[in-house]
């Protein structure tokens, strides 16, 4: 005979282990969501990392080990040339210029240029269990509360723009405003007053002094300095402070986003004493070997934590190699930042926005991979969604191609991207389809010759450059006068991604401000 009780016991016990199971089988699937590290360095060239220029100069041997770790990109370049729009692209997956700055960057005092109804990665990823953190140069704009909110606006480098600004009351529009759990950080670059430090909204500390540098290579302009903003320790105290974030979340269920926006190698160049001379070229190499040390301790940590394998490390940089890094005397020595390409931070050429990428993911990335796909920037949104199985709406990340068929080795019939388009700090455009790149200026649209400025040398010049990046990636050679054909289709494409709003598939979207077609737009409908 059976006994009742036997058997209510075993089905207790059936579905006892049920529901462990099916307990089990979530924190699987939590686990399952790798933890993602972006690393955006500050005017890092092309050419500063060994693992990309095998004639460099600067030892780079951690982020080399990176890069042996995972997969680099050859060809991957920045939404901008310059720091504020490419940072917009890398959290909205939306190219800069559609956005209400058309060019230029912000600075210390700049209000937010993110609105909070735009979707950004920090949003997508705390949508999906994330818990996402900012530590670092933000360079994006917020609100800071203001004594007096009916002084008139000044263009942001006078003393009234700080002295109106009131410390002890919380920022809006900050970064925990736009997706992100826990924000550390300083508004602009770190030359950019003011120089305060702002954690979740709130200064760590009220400035108390007035601080200026006119170093050749260590120069900051003046402006209210806070007693804990030490700007030779910023670079470290972001590294300490994202190492403990690490070490500190690799111990959750959940997993984390880290958004890590280095201030460096971008001026002031302040390497620490320990690093003073080490490169044999000068500060900037030395600032370099910095950075590339720090980044060791930075892979090293994730992998004591314990959670190497299923953890994504991004490295890159938010545009070219700045002049500010003294590039005549590196060349001098032989080192070379834009490494065989054309022109420098802020420039449409490809020394403008050419830059190292690196992506680690044991897991999913094949080590010591290398990847030829043209890739921009934008495409770290789509790739995020990709990764939780987030659907992007018709109004969010409308530039951004998911990364994961490159990631995952996947065949592909054709390229990557259709297209990519390119902006310099003048807010000029180039658009990249294939081995063919149209710009949209006849110089270099930035800092290097021939600059906009120079009306003597453009005049002599035609209004559009048209090259074949596989035969010239120095870009010497302006093929526009006989290709004709190319030159229009490219136009085409270029004006159809403008006007559409997007260029993903998808309905058409408007650009933000107040023009739909402004300066720069030159070419449409003979906008001059």
């Not at 509360?145 to 723009?161: H, I, S, V, Y």
């Not at 410390?167 to 997706?179: A, Q």
């Not at 993911?361 to 990709?386: E, H, L």
């Not at 109004?395 to 902006?423: G, I, K």
Request: negative net charge.
């Amino acid at each position: 005979m059976i006994n009742p009780w036997k058997t209510v016991l075993v089905v207790f016990l059936i579905l006892f282990a049920w529901s462990c199971a099916e307990k089990n089988a979530k924190k699987t699937q939590v686990e399952q969501k790798p933890n993602i590290i972006y690393v955006l360095a500050d005017d890092l060239g092309y050419g500063d990392i060994s693992a990309f220029n095998i004639n460099s100069k600067i030892k780079t041997p951690h982020l080399d080990q990176l890069a042996h770790e995972g997969m680099q990109f050859t060809d991957a370049h920045t939404s901008s040339a310059v720091c504020t729009p490419t940072r917009y692209g890398i959290l909205t997956g939306r190219y800069n210029w559609r956005s209400t700055l058309k060019e230029g960057v912000l600075i210390g005092a700049s209000k937010a240029l993110i609105p909070k109804s735009r979707t950004t990665v920090a949003s997508i990823l705390k949508k999906s269990g994330y818990h996402t953190g900012f530590i670092g140069k933000w360079h994006l704009g917020w609100d800071w509360a203001l004594k007096n909110p009916e002084m008139e606006p000044t263009t942001g480098w006078q003393d009234t723009t700080f002295t109106n600004i009131d410390y002890t009351k919380p920022v809006k529009n900050s970064p925990n405003d736009l997706g992100f759990d826990y924000a550390y950080g300083h508004s602009g670059s770190l030359d950019m007053a003011p120089y305060v430090y702002v954690e979740n909204g709130m200064a760590t500390e009220i400035p108390d002094s007035t601080t200026v540098n006119t170093g050749k290579y260590s120069w900051w302009r003046k402006g209210p300095t806070s007693k804990d903003f030490i700007h030779d320790d910023v670079t470290p105290n972001f590294f300490r402070r994202g190492i403990k974030y690490v070490e500190e979340h690799a111990e959750n269920d959940n997993p984390f986003f880290l958004y890590l926006a280095l201030p460096s190698p971008h001026t002031p160049i302040l390497p620490t004493e320990e690093w003073q001379g080490k490169s044999g070229l000068n500060p900037y190499g030395d600032f370099m070997m910095m950075v590339d040390d720090f980044m060791g301790k930075l892979n090293t940590a994730v992998k004591n934590a314990g959670i190497e394998d299923n953890t994504i490390i991004i490295f890159t940089s938010d545009n070219g190699c700045s002049p500010a890094a003294k590039i005549e005397e590196l060349t001098e020595k032989g080192h070379y930042p834009s490494y065989l390409f054309r022109g420098h931070k802020a420039d449409i050429f490809e020394g403008g926005h050419r830059v190292p990428f690196i992506v680690k993911w044991p897991n999913k990335v094949k080590k010591g991979s290398v990847n030829p796909q043209t890739i921009c920037t934008t495409d770290f949104a789509a790739t995020c969604a990709a990764i939780v199985g987030y659907e992007l709406k018709d109004n969010e990340a409308e530039d951004s191609y998911s990364m994961l068929p490159l990631l995952n080795q996947e065949p592909m019939d054709s390229e990557f991207r259709e297209a990519t388009v390119h902006h310099s700090i003048n807010g000029s455009f180039a658009i990249r389809k294939g081995d063919w790149k149209l710009i949209m200026c006849p110089g270099s649209g930035g800092w290097s010759f021939p600059t906009p400025n120079n009306k003597k040398a453009l005049d002599t010049l035609p209004p559009i450059q048209l090259y074949n990046l596989k035969e010239d990636p120095s870009e010497s050679n302006n093929l526009q006068a006989s290709n004709e054909e190319k030159v229009e289709e490219l136009k085409k494409l270029l004006t159809k991604y403008v006007m559409e709003g997007r260029s993903t598939p998808g309905i058409a979207q408007r650009n933000d401000g107040e023009e739909e077609i402004w300066k720069q737009l030159w070419w449409i409908n003979g906008v001059n």
